[in-house]
């Protein structure tokens, strides 16, 4: 009978992907161009609907993608779990949110291993993805897995393997991102490492899922403190009378020992506003305060506050209120070129302008309409003039905003992303962070 590595090593292995969303389409796609059939499992039927007629619903995977493999029968979706007792390899890609108390909220995590454990076979490869707080694999993942008598590293294998998915990043993809894995055993590290050396040019073992658990939430935990002081380096510079991203891209000359981060209205994404917290909320657990990471999402969770003053800043010079006054957001995604608006700053501006009785609306060339975060609206056209808004605030700087006619056509312009930096043009009506 065939080894789960025999099957893995010619291709026969069948793959289930649970959670097919920003994280998990890349990883389906990869999977499917390696060779091994893959499905997806996920309770969004619009996703599964979409993904059976080869068609992508995220940006950074083109159809031409997943096409041809939905027509070869490599790749399916599914909402039915019973798909699990068909997995050698089951890939758990699932949200890990925060509640309203900015801790953990673990059940997506715990209803995908409980759904895993309902149709568990032996020799099983279990891999979670999903960012999360270090010793969840070992203490939530691997006890469940466990618990009717399989054998960790011979019945059942299981590891961790943070994603990487950067949205909208043209250079680095899925295969040319070196990924980290951290076994729950040797055996179970040697198993993930075989699947996933099919479709990951450089994999980077560590010691424990511990460690690629902590090695995640470091990386995003160093942004975020990060972009922490330089926006507070922004505060510090208005009150200076001094322009934060000169000093910034200045210093940034310096050929070591300094890296450029830049200001902006706030986090925004699903990893840098939320994984730090996911650390601060464990070792609060062992009586120990996470200082920097809890001070960081103090200061970027202030940002869009601070942009709305510096709105009704503007508008008092220019002898408006901000009440009754038509303000144009530009970019309701959270960052350049794509149309992901998880955690975006611009639905704070948005919430606090409103309450201030500004009439609100929004420009986006990737986002046509949204009904997130207790708004619904349609944008308008980006094609169309900014002339008739009292204020225009860039949030999102894409690439296809038209620098010369907004600074031409806008009355009055709140840059928090120093988007119109050498922009010729009439300077005295632009307002920075």
Request: proline share 6%.
């Amino acid at each position: 009978m065939a080894t789960l590595s025999d099957k893995i090593a010619q291709k026969s292995a069948h793959v289930v992907v649970v959670g097919i969303g920003y994280v998990g389409l890349p990883l389906v796609a990869e999977l499917a161009r390696s060779g091994f059939r893959v499905t997806g499992l996920d309770y969004d039927r619009e996703k599964v609907r979409l993904l059976n007629a080869g068609e992508s619903y995220i940006q950074d995977v083109p159809t031409a993608d997943l096409a041809p493999h939905v027509k070869a029968r490599r790749l399916a979706a599914t909402a039915d779990p019973a798909i699990l007792a068909e997995a050698d390899a089951v890939i758990v890609c699932v949200p890990t949110p925060l509640n309203k108390t900015k801790d953990p909220d673990m059940r997506f995590i715990v209803a995908a291993t409980d759904e895993i454990v309902k149709h568990q076979h032996p020799g099983m490869l279990i891999v979670l993805e999903s960012t999360t707080y270090p010793g969840t694999t070992d203490e939530v993942v691997v006890p469940r897995l466990t618990e009717k008598g399989a054998v960790l590293g011979k019945d059942v294998f299981v590891a961790f393997s943070p994603e990487r998915v950067d949205p909208g990043n043209e250079v680095y993809k899925t295969r040319n991102t070196p990924k980290v894995i951290g076994g729950a055993t040797p055996e179970c590290l040697r198993v993930a490492t075989e699947l996933y050396s099919n479709i990951i040019d450089t994999l980077v073992p560590v010691s424990s899922t511990q460690a690629a658990e902590m090695v995640k939430l470091l990386e995003n935990t160093f942004r975020a403190v990060n972009i922490g002081l330089v926006n507070e380096v922004a505060m510090m510079s208005r009150r200076l009378g001094l322009d934060p991203f000169e000093v910034i891209r200045a210093a940034a000359t310096k050929p070591f020992g300094f890296m450029p981060f830049y200001p902006g209205p706030g986090l925004g994404g699903h990893c840098i506003p939320i994984d730090p917290l996911y650390l601060s909320w464990k070792l609060r657990t062992l009586k120990y305060q996470a200082r920097f990471i809890e001070l960081a999402d103090t200061i970027n969770s202030s940002m869009p506050a601070y942009v709305v003053e510096r709105v009704t800043e503007a508008l008092n010079d220019h002898r408006k209120a901000v009440k009754g006054s038509k303000v144009l957001i530009y970019g309701v995604a959270y960052k350049r070129d794509v149309d992901d608006m998880r955690e975006s700053p611009a639905f704070h501006v948005m919430h606090d302008l409103i309450g201030r009785g500004a009439e609100v609306t929004y420009m986006d060339p990737h986002v046509p309409s949204f009904d997130e975060e207790g708004l619904k609206m349609a944008g308008v056209d980006p094609a169309s003039s900014f002339a008739p808004y009292d204020c225009v605030v860039v949030v999102t700087d894409h690439k296809r905003l038209d620098r010369e006619r907004l600074l031409r056509e806008a009355k009055l312009v709140v840059d928090t992303r120093d988007a119109l930096r050498g922009v010729a043009g009439d300077r005295s009506k632009v307002y920075g962070l």
